[in-house]
Nanobody, 127 residues
Framework: QVQLVESGGGSVQAGGSLRLSCTASEYTFSRYCMAWFRQAPGKEREGVAVIYPGGGRADYFDSVKGRFTISQDNAKNTLYLQMNSLKPEDTAMYYC????????????????????WGQGTQVTVSS
């Protein structure tokens, strides 16, 4: 079973930037959709961004388009989320996830599709 480990979270002021990383225990990027989700206290987990196998295409949640960028480094087995122009409403626990079953092509930002999850990294944005 692939294991995912996130890092890079922290506290930042509004307008600032953070880069999250997710390192996989084995190479998954040519086979699996990889995604970032987030969950704020009292709210449902929501999809932020997904990158499809091969890395040539990505989709984003509307509220982060133009601010967040998902990418991958195949040599390092690492997925990234570059977050710019952060807002207080971006505050949440951020999770890395992988879909090994192919459902991401139909509902790419639905959490139930993803069957492999990291432990999460906290992002806090202050105003």
């Amino acid at each position: 079973q692939v294991q995912l480990v996130e890092s890079g979270g922290g506290s930042v002021q509004a307008g600032g930037s953070l880069r999250l990383s997710c390192t996989a225990s084995e190479y998954t990027f040519s086979r699996y959709c990889m995604a970032w989700f987030r969950q704020a206290p009292g709210k449902e987990r929501e999809g932020v961004a997904v990158i499809y196998p091969g890395g040539g295409r990505a989709d984003y949640f509307d509220s982060v388009k133009g601010r967040f960028t998902i990418s991958q480094d195949n040599a390092k087995n690492t997925l990234y989320l570059q977050m710019n122009s952060l807002k207080p409403e971006d505050t949440a626990m951020y999770y890395c996830a992988a879909d090994s079953r192919g459902g991401c092509y139909y509902t790419p930002l639905k959490s139930a599709i993803y069957n492999i999850w990291g432990q999460g990294t906290q992002v806090t944005v202050s105003s």
